[in-house]
């Protein structure tokens, strides 16, 4: 998983293919339920590129792109906005699986 260093670097990473961004942050539980999972997903969906966004580091992004919990997802697919998977609620293995599974219909 890439972790993101800058506004540049997003703008980059969107345009330029498929790319689900995971907006987490250090201190948030949920987060840290999901972190063991992120792996096997990143090998099971090759086809997108992972972005760790820090809430914190980055909390304009977050502001820009209306996502008021963490963790939560946003998928781009040559810089188009494809889906989001964004609430405060934790999230499961196999919620993650399906959003992801829904984006490659």
Known sequence: MITLNSDQQLNDLINEGKVILLFSADWCPDC?????????????????????VDRDQFIH????????????????????????????????KEEIEQFIKEINR
Do not use: M
Not at 63 to 69: R, V
């Open 61 to 92: 992004i977050c502001a820009e792109k209306d996502i008021f919990g963490i963790p939560s997802f946003l998928a781009y697919n040559q810089g188009e906005e494809v889906s989001r998977f964004v609430s405060k609620d934790a999230k499961t």
């Open 32 to 52: 840290r339920v999901i972190e063991p999972i992120l792996p096997d997903l990143e090998e099971s969906y090759t086809e997108w590129t992972f972005v760790y």
